[in-house]
């Protein structure tokens, strides 16, 4: 099923302003979000579940998620402009988190195979990975949640 215009137009505009898509041209983000499937989470919702086979990127078009580790306890939080999935993209194997909405969701999904086709994307990646690394270090690991948080990185 096509996505409407104003659908489009909404993807386009988030993949502009997120991180992981700088440094595209206009037509690359275009394409890209043509590709993209969107789908809308209520508030509760397990959107991907640690262990499950991973072949899409999602980028949050609106609302929030939590991501869980294997303790069920969020180690982060993401809003509208901000993706995961990213790993799973990178190296096929299973998600390392559960993913769940925390208020009414929209997410744009790119398949994995389209993301590949965009070397850009990965190293657009290399400084926002870097930075996750570095908030890791900066924490004080006294939880299990944190030790958690860190080895997924």
């Given at each position: 099923?096509?996505?409407?215009?104003?659908?489009?137009?909404?993807?386009?505009?988030?993949?502009?302003?997120?991180?992981?898509?700088?440094?595209?041209?206009?037509?690359?983000?275009?394409?890209?979000?043509?590709?993209?499937?969107?789908?809308?989470?209520?508030?509760?919702?397990?959107?991907?579940?640690?262990?499950?086979?991973?072949?899409?990127?999602?980028?949050?078009?609106?609302?929030r998620v939590a991501v869980h580790l294997g303790t069920g306890q969020a180690v982060r939080?993401?809003?509208?402009?901000?993706?995961?999935?990213?790993?799973?993209?990178?190296d096929d194997r299973p998600r390392s988190a559960t993913v769940i909405a925390v208020e009414p969701t929209q997410c744009a999904l790119l398949a994995a195979w389209d993301i590949r086709?965009?070397?850009?994307?990965?190293?657009?990646?290399?400084?926002?990975?870097?930075?996750?690394?570095?908030?890791?270090?900066?924490?004080?690991?006294?939880?299990?949640?944190?030790?958690?948080?860190?080895?997924?990185?």
């Open positions: 099923m096509r996505m409407t215009t104003d659908a489009l137009r909404l993807v386009e505009t988030v993949f502009a302003r997120s991180a992981l898509f700088a440094g595209l041209e206009r037509g690359a983000r275009r394409r890209l979000a043509s590709l993209a499937s969107v789908r809308a989470y209520p508030a509760g919702s397990t959107i991907v579940r640690e262990g499950d086979t991973s072949m899409a990127l999602y980028v949050i078009l609106s609302g939080e993401i809003s509208a402009c901000g993706f995961f999935g990213e790993l799973g993209v990178i086709e965009q070397p850009r994307i990965a190293l657009n990646l290399l400084p926002i990975m870097a930075q996750w690394i570095r908030e890791a270090g900066g924490r004080t690991v006294g939880t299990d949640a944190d030790a958690d948080w860190i080895e997924a990185l």
